[in-house]
């Protein structure tokens, strides 16, 4: 709301009445979305693999293996798994897991909502089987989402500060917390929806980062836009008080429009801080491509009314001309 009125003029009643019966207009239809979304049915099975594996004998095995058998590869005979069951790096990970995410009953509750918003904008969508696991912290493949299965490997959202991920980098174990994994699992349905641009630009790669991002913000209204993106509640504050200087940049060094691979890592690719090459960059967070490229496909959005489908079908520069974006000051 306070976006809106600042382009207003001050002063100006009917101005300001305008403003407020389209704010007013706004919500009310966020709520009838709401209301439609709560009203759909979804069948959400969770299986806590994690939790059976560490209550199991190796008497147990053999069931195990013939519940989960993508989990048990064929090349290993059952005396791996069976040392597996008393291995004591294996038995604190599941005690770490316990303590973090107890009955796991506020994660379902975010899984079945994320669900029935992706089942409201697509229909077609068929509730994967949850299976939650522990997975010696690989924390590249935390998120598996198949047509019919999703893996969420538990072990590797237990905090940043966690004494297991005292040998991982910083900016990845700050993304190593429960409050990021719906998140997480939406960002692997993004890409289920979403076509990676075969264009190479800069500009189509964050836009289409953006897709992903504006997506979350359909998906998973009640989250903050640091959990959608990744970020801490600072450095997110960092990134919308600095967005005017970074979308200035990247226009001036005329970066838009480069196929320079080497921008991927500098401003759209998980890392530290990105890397204007100036005095700030070890203040800003990275991916800040990604989080222009947010605001480029909502400035868009908020202009055109078009489908979901439809957005995700668009060029980066239609879209980035359409958009008619301005950073906020």
């Known amino acids: 709301m306070k976006r809106l009125l600042k382009y207003f003029i001050p002063g100006s009643a009917s101005w300001l009445f305008l403003a407020f019966i389209l704010v007013l207009s706004g919500c009310k239809e966020s709520d009838k979305t709401e209301e439609a979304v709560a009203k759909i049915p979804i069948e959400l099975k969770i299986s806590r693999f994690d939790r059976e594996f560490a209550e199991a004998s190796p008497m147990d095995i053999p069931q195990l293996k013939k519940l989960y058998p993508y989990l048990f590869p064929s090349q290993f ?19 770490e897991v316990d303590k973090t995410f107890g009955d796991f009953e506020k994660e379902t509750e975010a899984l079945e909502s994320l669900f029935q918003h992706i089942k409201y904008y697509f229909p077609e969508f068929e509730t994967p089987k949850v299976v939650t696991l522990t997975s010696d912290v690989r924390y590249e493949d935390r998120i598996i989402l198949t047509d019919t299965l999703l893996l969420i490997g538990l072990d590797n959202y237990l905090g940043k500060d966690h004494y297991f991920y005292e040998g991982i980098q910083r900016y990845i174990a700050a993304g190593l917390d429960k409050k990021f994994l719906v998140s997480d699992v939406a960002s692997a349905f993004s890409k289920k929806v979403i076509s990676y641009p075969r264009n190479r630009t800069f500009l189509s790669r964050m836009v289409y980062y953006g897709k992903e991002l504006y997506l979350k913000d359909k998906l998973l209204p009640t989250n903050t836009d640091a959990q959608k ?10 990134t919308t008080a600095n967005e005017e200087q970074i979308w200035k940049y990247f226009v001036e060094q005329e970066v838009l429009y480069s196929t320079d691979s080497k921008l991927d890592r500098k401003f759209l690719d998980p890392a530290p801080f990105s890397k204007f090459g100036l005095e700030l960059d070890n203040q800003s967070p990275g991916r800040l491509g990604r989080y222009i490229g947010w605001q480029i496909v909502r400035a868009f959005m908020e202009k055109n009314d078009v489908s979901l489908n439809q957005l995700f079908d668009m060029q980066a520069d239609d879209i980035l001309k359409q958009s008619n974006y301005k950073p906020r000051k």
């Open 77 to 95: 005979p059952d005396s791996v798994w069976i040392a597996k069951l008393s291995d004591t790096l294996q038995v604190e990970l599941s005690e």
């Open 229 to 238: 993106i990744g970020y801490s509640e600072e450095q997110m504050d960092w």
